[in-house]
């Protein structure tokens, strides 16, 4: 079971705090290696995993700023995971940021679209990547309107 499922804002803290001691560890200039063998934690896919929970966490603790640093540095080790391209959006959504919100969950749809091609994606997950990009594209005409109508 992840923090995530679990679903309290105290829960995230003490996630935050698991996950960042995790990046640290995952550091090989920070563990001494006397063995002079590769690291085994020098692992992409699993940075990507911490930084993605880690955005997550900050995220649902009402951090979005911090979340978006995370999940744009878990997009640096894995561009094409969908999953994290949508959490990117919804930070971005969370602060009124619609174009990049947008940006991203374009990302995500184009992502997992072609995971669902190749028969390796879920088409709940890509229906789920579209419904936020229709949710975005509203925000965008409303956000839009009020600027419209303000400079009238």
């Known amino acids: ?73 878990a997009m ?13 959006g919804l930070s971005y959504f969370d602060i009124e940021q619609y174009e990049d919100a947008n940006e991203n969950f374009e990302k995500a749809v184009e992502s997992e679209q072609a995971q669902v091609d190749d028969k390796k994606g879920n088409p709940e997950d890509l229906a789920f990547y579209y419904n936020n990009v229709g949710l975005c594209r509203v925000a965008l005409g409303s956000a839009a309107k009020q600027v419209e109508e303000s400079e009238t």
Do not use: W
């Open 1 to 73: 079971m992840t923090y995530a499922a679990i679903g309290n804002h105290e829960n995230f803290r003490k996630a935050i705090t698991d996950y960042e001691m995790s990046l640290r560890y995952q550091d090989p200039n920070k563990i001494p290696n006397p063995t002079g063998l590769a690291n085994v934690l020098e692992n992409p896919a699993m940075k990507h995993k911490t930084l993605f929970n880690l955005g997550i966490a900050y995220r649902r603790v009402g951090n979005c700023l911090e979340s978006i640093k995370r999940l744009e540095d």
């Open 76 to 88: 640096k080790l894995n561009h094409a995971k969908a999953a994290t391209a949508n959490n990117l």
